[in-house]
């Protein structure tokens, strides 16, 4: 307590919050299932305010938590519960530095909200593809930090195909900017690789230039019942192919998270009239104004129909209509929350496996937990699938829920890894799942790991506890 009390003596004092009924929002993580502690929260105004809070942090030997929309669902925005490490948040570093239009380009602070980089790219004819579920209060540094993956990564890639350049305060306190938006740039190392998806624990990020899209002009929205899981791969090259690679969104919704959600909120209503066991939720735009999408949609649904891989399905007739559909997507993990949370896998596979692995953990989980209740959906395009499992009824919630992360949990893990998948594809690794990376890791990369981080960081007062597993 000694050295954090010499970090806070040569800090300016405005940015040094110690009030701990402010601080305690900033030391439970978002699915509120950790709680840390910390003497104060520092709020930082702009670089060379971080610079002064590493440096101090580092002379003293002080762990430091980086956090910008505190939406980690893995605990990495979360300081430990011993209260020797201090809390960075981003909140009050949130300019829009450059959009350069021409440049199809953008040049922010990392606290900025997702959202608003949203609107300012909007609001210059253009699109930042970045789309999450909590676009509202997390924040860009965050997102790159996580590599945070969305909706539309099946066009757009994730988080990390989108950043041109970073701005980053080093462990010393030092700064590496290289934050010009060049599409290309062959100069040596691409080290802001490095800090994407490094949950802080390399480097805070302070400033990002992301890619911007052309603004469609046309988006056509489809909410289809599909007779087989296994014709998701099919399906989604069909679409890709009729047109002409427009697909943004392709996302699976399996009729258990349905109901899930329309027993939690009786007023939304079911897209269709027709039931089924799946359904996809499928998106595509084009910046053009001369091609035809809904023609090119119309084709596709007709080929589909008579195929038979689609038995019932509605094209959205408005953009409320789309937000609708769009909105029943969204509010599963909330619809989850209402019948007493779950279990959580955050599972890849190629796209080609996704159905089958989906079939298999299936059967996993009837096997062992016969009254749990499946929430399975995800975003198929890029063979993401979060398959959760929300406890019985008349189960004791959290008794239930330690009992298949401990004996069930694993079988899924070890299913995914022998499909040669993964178990994080979007959530990242945080504290949370430190062991799950120990034990399905690829070959090498945790002592990869674990030599950059002891380069760059060798007294680990960055994000310490996260992400690296401890020898």
Known sequence: MEAIERVLSELPQEIVT????????????????????????????????????????????????????????????????????LVLTLERMNRLRELDAANLSLTADA??????????????DLMLPLALGSQQSCRIGGNLST?????????????????????????????????????????????????????????????????????????????????EIASLASLLAQAQIQTGEAVTSFE?????????????KPNLRHPLQEASGHYVLLEVATASPVLNLEDAVSLLLAELFESGLIMDGTVAASEQQRADFWHLRESIPEAEVH???????????????????????????QETAKDAVLSVYGHVGDGNVHFNVVPPVSADKALFKRHFEAEISPKIYDLAHEMGG??????????????????YGAKGKVELMR?????????DIMNPGKVVPKR
Not at 116 to 122: H, N
Request: proline share 3%; hydrophobic share 40%; charged share 20%.
């Open 339 to 365: 019948h007493g949370g779950s279990v959580k896998h955050d599972i890849a596979v190629r796209t080609s496996r996704l159905a089958s692995f989906i079939e298999r953990a299936t059967e996993i989980v």
């Open 422 to 439: 993964t178990f994080s594809a979007e959530y990242g690794i945080g504290r949370v799942k430190l062991d799950l990376l120990t034990a």
């Open 18 to 85: 110690r009030d701990q009924d402010i601080v305690s929002t900033y030391t439970t993580d978002f699915r509120r299932q950790y709680v840390g502690a910390t003497s104060a929260v520092l709020r930082p105004r702009n670089v060379d305010e971080v610079q002064k809070i590493v440096r101090a942090c580092a002379a003293n030997h002080v762990g430091l938590v980086p956090q910008g929309g505190n939406t980690s669902y893995c605990t990495a925005a979360t300081p430990s519960d011993r209260g020797d490490e």
């Open 451 to 459: 030599t950059l981080k002891d380069a760059l960081d060798p007294s």
């Open 252 to 264: 699976y919704i399996s009729d258990s998270s349905l109901q899930l959600l329309l027993q939690s």
């Open 111 to 124: 606290g900025i909200v997702l959202s608003e980089l949203q609107q300012a790219a909007s609001g210059a």
């Open 147 to 227: 590599n945070a993956g969305g909706i539309n990564v099946v066009r757009y890639g994730m988080a990390r195909d989108l950043v041109l350049g970073l701005e980053v305060i080093l462990p010393d306190g030092s700064l590496y900017s290289e934050l010009s938006p060049l599409r290309k740039n062959n100069s040596g190392y691409d080290v802001k690789q490095l800090f994407l998806g490094a949950e802080g624990t390399l480097g805070i990020i302070t400033g990002v230039s992301l890619k911007l899209v052309r603004k469609p002009r046309q988006t056509v929205t489809a909410f289809l019942a599909i007779n």
